[in-house]
């Protein structure tokens, strides 16, 4: 009995361990306008952002200089690693955790 007991409060634990974690520390909303709303934030290192694209057309959310239209358009952090969503359409999402 001792052993399930601490096998279901392992359990428990582990599992809202992954719902906390699950929660973004912030969303950016994509719409019609091509632009990301807001425009900034802050986040800290660890931290997952979830882009969502609330507007009819088709989105990206690309951080890498070989997959941009230009890559003068992606400035990444020393030791940060390129990412891209590929397509979200609309009502799609794509979440990104920055480390």
């Known amino acids: 009995m001792k052993h399930s007991k ?33 425009a900034s934030i802050t986040i800290k290192s660890g931290e997952t952002v979830e882009f969502v694209n609330g507007s009819l057309l088709v989105h990206t959310v690309t951080a890498d200089p070989a997959k941009a239209r230009s890559a003068d358009n992606v400035s990444l952090p020393a030791g940060a690693k390129p990412f891209d969503s590929g397509n979200l359409a609309s009502g799609e999402s794509f979440s990104h955790t920055f480390i």
Do not use: C, D, H, K
Request: hydrophobic fraction near 55%; charged fraction near 10%.
């Open 6 to 38: 601490a096998l279901l409060t392992f359990i428990l634990l582990f599992s809202s361990s992954l719902l906390w974690a699950s929660e973004p520390a912030a969303t950016v909303n994509m719409g019609n306008q091509l632009r990301f709303e807001p």
